[in-house]
């Protein structure tokens, strides 16, 4: 169970990361997903390195640092994903 959340999780992240960057990425759904998910990890040790592990109720503050984390992974990772992969693709 732990695995099919970590992959939803990922999959609203990676969107609303997506929705946040302005322009266009070229992505696939999976590989944002798959950010998505690199993203509340980094934000989940970040929220820890600040002393956010657990809150009682909502924890707003970890959410904030895992969209903030995976705006950053989802662009970066686009960016990578064109660079290589992307071009090839035009091409075909």
């Given at each position: 169970m732990g695995w099919l959340w970590a992959i939803i999780v990922g999959?609203?992240?990676?969107?609303?990361a997506k929705a946040i960057i302005p322009g266009k990425q070229h992505?696939?759904?999976?590989?944002?997903?798959?950010?998505g998910m690199l993203g509340a990890i980094a934000g989940n040790a970040v929220a820890r390195a600040f002393g956010v592990e657990a809150t009682p109720g909502i924890d707003w503050t970890r959410h904030i640092f895992q969209v903030i984390a995976a705006v950053i992974i989802v662009a970066l990772g686009d960016m990578l994903y064109m660079a290589?992969?992307?071009k090839r693709k035009e091409r075909a």
């Open positions: 999959f609203v992240l990676g969107l609303i992505s696939p759904l999976w590989l944002t997903t798959i950010f290589t992969l992307g």
